[in-house]
Nanobody, 121 residues
Framework: QVQLVESGGGLVQPGGSLRLSCAAS????????MGWYRQAPGKERELVAS???????NYVESVKGRFTISRDNTKNTVYLQMNSLKSEDTAVYYCNADVRFRGVLSSRNFWGKGTLVTVSS
């Protein structure tokens, strides 16, 4: 199977920056789309940013110009650089990936356990 492990969350003041990382491990053959979702208290989970295997990216409107998603295919890792953070960015951030791994013919979708980002003074 495949595991996704996020890191880099924490407490940051408004206007500050954080960099999230998500490393995929397991019997991976290929990783297709990777993305970051977030879920704030009392709200539904939403897609923040995604990146396909070719490097094309997509962002939710509220983070455009502030967040940057990237990936390192040699390390099976996706990153989310978050700048100019606002209180409304406070949420648990989850990594998501479509992965083809040994023993199956098609890709499967996996989630990390999440990392908490708190933006507060």
């Amino acid at each position: 199977q495949v595991q996704l492990v996020e890191s880099g969350g924490g407490l940051v003041q408004p206007g500050g920056s954080l960099r999230l990382s998500c490393a995929a491990s397991g019997s991976i053959i290929r990783i297709y789309d990777m993305g970051w979702y977030r879920q704030a208290p009392g709200k539904e989970r939403e897609l923040v940013a995604s990146i396909n295997s070719g490097g094309s990216t997509n962002y939710v409107e509220s983070v455009k110009g502030r967040f940057t998603i990237s990936r390192d295919n040699t390390k099976n890792t996706v990153y989310l650089q978050m700048n100019s953070l606002k209180s409304e960015d406070t949420a648990v951030y989850y990594c998501n990936a479509d992965v083809r791994f040994r023993g199956v013919l098609s890709s499967r979708n996996f989630w990390g356990k999440g990392t908490l980002v708190t933006v507060s003074s």
